[in-house]
């Protein structure tokens, strides 16, 4: 299973508005939320306008405009994102509209939809709010979680060898 770049940058940038408009709800830019994440201003324009039209963000026009979440964050999950974009998790061709031949007799085919279950079911639980609380947890962390560093050491080395 793999998240399409789409998901993740909405994903990201709307953890990373919500993180940065304050109690009061301030606009924050979509320049600013693209140097933050690393994500392309156009690219980004689009999702956001995408995310707006199917009622998750408010656009703010003026100097001091931006975005602000259309609703509390507690009250996003992340599958009302993966929703308003069309994004989907898929577990195999059995649960697309190709479809396999071979599911009548495939011993894994139930197997993939707990699966997908499992996981919409999470998708469905996790709000932004919960995302930031992730986050606050992290930096307040006084080890370093082993299984992270090793997922960092991993990416490091790739980004190594691909300069070489």
């Known amino acids: 299973m793999r998240l399409s770049v789409t998901a993740r940058y909405a994903i990201n940038a709307l953890s990373d508005l919500y993180s940065h408009s304050d109690s009061n709800r301030k606009p924050v830019s979509v320049s600013d939320i693209s140097k933050r994440q690393n994500i392309p201003v156009n690219y980004l324009e689009q999702l956001f306008a995408k995310l707006r039209k199917k009622g998750l963000l408010t656009s703010v026009r003026g100097a ?6 259309s609703r509390d964050a507690s009250g996003i999950c992340i599958s009302d994102i993966l929703n308003a974009l069309d994004e989907s998790l898929i577990f195999g061709d059995c649960q697309t509209e190709v479809g396999c031949k071979n599911a009548p007799l495939c011993p894994t085919f139930f197997l993939w939809q707990r699966v997908k279950d499992s996981v919409d079911e999470i998708l ?3 709000s932004l ?3 930031l609380n992730e986050k ?7 080890q370093v979680d082993p299984v992270r560093e090793e997922v960092r050491n991993r990416a490091v080395k790739r980004e190594q060898e691909s300069k070489e």
């Open 64 to 69: 001091q405009g931006g975005y602000v979440l």
């Open 124 to 126: 469905d639980e996790t």
């Open 129 to 131: 709010e919960d995302l």
């Open 136 to 142: 606050v947890a992290l930096l307040n962390q006084t």
